[in-house]
């Protein structure tokens, strides 16, 4: 019913910068929050950052200073800008959100993840 698409993975040098995107589609009524997680070989999934509708965002210690969390209600989107890469950044990043659909059911939502490699 929802779907979440996600963009921006790729290769970068340590130092680098790569912005993600993710786009919820679908029988969305609103959402309440959107955010970044990331799971890196052998690790669990980790939150990277948060962002609920009308509330404070919730950023990792790990990334705050270098990565910023931002939302464009009207299109549904939440992005990842991610500045001064580590290669402990290395990992697959998922888009979340929390939907409320048309008959106010809420339901999670997880996109197909999107690689991020960060390598000299």
């Known amino acids: 019913q929802v779907q979440l698409v996600e963009s921006g993975g790729g290769l970068v040098q340590p130092g680098g910068t790569l912005r993600l995107s993710c786009a919820a589609s679908?029988?969305?009524?609103?959402?309440?929050?959107m955010g970044w997680y990331r799971q890196a070989p052998g690790k669990e999934r980790e939150l990277v950052a948060a962002?609920?509708?009308?509330?404070?965002?919730n950023t990792a210690d790990s990334v705050k200073g270098r990565f910023t969390i931002s939302r464009d209600n009207a299109k549904n989107t939440v992005y990842l800008q991610m500045n001064s890469l580590k290669p402990e950044d290395t990992a697959v990043y998922y888009c979340n959100a929390l939907v409320v659909l048309g008959n106010l059911d809420e339901y999670d939502y997880w996109g197909q993840g999107t690689q991020v490699t960060v390598s000299s």
């Open positions: 962002m609920p509708s009308g509330g404070s965002t």
């Open positions: 679908g029988r969305i009524f609103s959402i309440k929050s």
